[in-house]
């Protein structure tokens, strides 16, 4: 009697299971026939009307193949931004994991441009090797910075980035003991938040500092200096992706509270000018240097990508002219290759120069003026691991700083989703449904993780040099391999440059 009745229920399930399958069927087909008509008599997309339904499909793979191109068929070594070798180093070293490697290098050793630390038939033992040393920025300003920080935070705007991402960050610096630039934005609770060290950036559009009018407002600079955590002011010229192009945030990501810390309307783009309205000449530079560290009391610096670079030397002419009191406290030196929320293609791939250019030039001129010691060197632009960061140091940076490097220490994928609103690991997203998976705590200790793995490992590199701490390597510490395939030392190719007398 029971067995019937449940029999009878089953019949009935499956009877309308076969109704629905049905029905479903009945839907998918005049879908799809809707799809084709709709498809065979447009006129805007060539693909589709050739191929009605079918060709959809090319949209979609094409839109995947962003996110699992890098799983299943590049190589280890051969993806850019960064291929999976380097963003490995950043997951383990953020996560803290074993970072050895076993068996063999896959790294070819032979294309030119690979560079190659020369080790000592003598390296530094343990107990000899000793932390990287103090450095003091902006001597003559009311508040030198004194920090031993070698790799520290590149800016990045809250906006670009989401409030979780900010507070990690902010966080971890502090944990690491390195500073947080707050990129163009201005300053936020968040950025606060973890008690780092902040290094406030003044953009062209001067969100944060500006007044009705869009210009520079000495009282609100007055009120960023009264945070004793704000150590340096940074006035960005440029950087490194978008060289002549301010920054550009789509209004999907200009929340209220976003719009009201940088003064603008929220919801509709946030285009920055191409430069600072008031600033189109070096006299004007060291005049907007001059007012902002006299009102900040902080050592103020500027950044900006090389390209055209005759204007270093009239820019140390008047710097001497005028006193060595009246230079840029730090010069931060962005690569063209440089990372960014927004920019045009054309900018992106084709303006500027390389680090690898550049930072010797800037180096070699400051030498060659005499101002080496009293202007600081920060270098950024894919140092995002010991060798790149070695690198620099070789050459002459004082410090260096990363902004991808920290994204994928809070989990970024290279999804290369930063001018939509759909970051899928909440990183530069304002959408709070993809934010819950970026855990603020969880991520500040990667950051600092990723922080303090780099600096013991460039401190491995320095030491199988034989020198005590990172900030001691020198050009001959390195060679480079040239185009006929034989490795040349770093100081062949910039030779040390003697100063004016
Ligand atoms: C999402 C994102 C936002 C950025 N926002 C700024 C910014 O507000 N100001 C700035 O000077 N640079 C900005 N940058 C550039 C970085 O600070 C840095 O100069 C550049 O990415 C090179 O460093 P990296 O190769 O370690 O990323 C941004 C970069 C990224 C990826």
């Known amino acids: ?19 629905l399958f049905i029905f479903l069927i009945g839907v998918l087909v005049i879908v799809i026939a809707v799809l084709y008509i709709i498809d065979i008599t447009q006129k805007e997309h060539a693909v589709r009307r050739n191929y009605p339904v079918i060709g959809r499909f090319r949209y979609l793979f094409e839109h995947l193949g962003e996110f699992f191109r890098q799983y299943f068929f590049a190589m280890d070594r051969e993806e850019l931004p960064f291929n999976r070798s380097q963003r490995s180093w950043c997951y383990r070293a953020a996560k803290n994991l074993d970072n050895t490697v076993a068996f063999g290098s896959t790294r070819d050793l032979r294309p030119p441009g690979t560079i190659l630390f020369v080790n000592c038939p003598f390296p530094t033992l343990d107990e000899d090797a000793v932390e990287p040393k103090q450095v003091t920025i902006g001597p003559h300003s009311e508040k030198p910075y004194v920090t031993s920080s070698l790799i520290n935070i590149s800016g990045m705007s809250f906006g670009a980035i989401s409030k979780p991402a900010v507070i990690a960050l902010s966080n971890g610096a502090n944990m690491a003991g390195c500073w947080l630039n707050t990129g163009e934005g201005g300053l936020s609770k968040y950025h606060l938040q973890g008690g780092a060290d902040i290094v406030f950036q003044i953009g062209t559009a001067k969100y944060g500092v500006r007044n009705d009018a869009g210009e520079l407002s000495d009282d609100k600079l007055r009120d960023v200096a009264s945070h004793e955590q704000v150590k340096m002011i940074e006035l960005k010229l440029s950087q490194g992706a978008k060289p002549v192009k301010g920054g550009i945030l789509p209004g999907a990501k200009v929340t209220k509270e976003i719009a009201s810390i940088r003064g603008i309307p929220a919801g509709q783009d946030s285009i920055s000018p191409n430069r600072h309205h008031d600033i189109e000449s070096n006299t004007q530079l060291l005049d907007m240097i001059h007012r902002i560290r006299t009102v900040t009391g902080r050592p103020v610096g500027f950044k900006t990508v090389i390209g055209a670079h005759g204007w270093l030397d009239s820019l140390y002419e008047e710097i001497l002219e005028r006193g060595v009191e009246s230079a840029p406290d730090f010069m931060t030196i962005d690569s063209a290759d440089g990372g960014t929320g ?79 609103n759909t970051c899928p690991t909440g990183v530069t997203t304002h959408d709070k449904d993809l934010q819950r998976g970026l855990n603020p705590e969880d991520k500040a200790v990667r950051v600092k993780h990723y922080a303090k793995n780099m600096v013991k490992e460039v401190g491995i590199i320095a030491h199988s040099c034989g020198v005590h701490e990172p900030r001691e390597l020198r050009r001959f510490h390195a060679r480079l391999v040239s185009n006929e395939g034989r490795s040349v030392p770093l100081d062949k190719i910039y030779p040390e440059v003697m100063g004016r007398s």
């Open 1 to 19: 009697m029971y067995t019937d009745q449940m029999q009878s229920y089953l019949f009935i399930i499956l009877e309308w299971m076969a109704i």
């Open 342 to 420: 927004a920019a045009p293609m054309p900018l992106m791939d084709d303006v500027g120069m390389p680090i690898q250019e550049s930072l010797p030039l800037v180096v070699d001129k400051l030498t060659e003026y005499g101002l080496r010691d009293r202007i600081k060197i920060i270098a950024s632009g894919k140092l995002i691991t010991p060798t790149n960061v070695a690198w620099a140091l070789c050459i002459g940076a004082d410090f260096i700083t990363s902004a991808r490097g920290f994204m994928f220490a809070l989990g970024c994928i290279q999804a290369l989703q930063c001018n939509k």
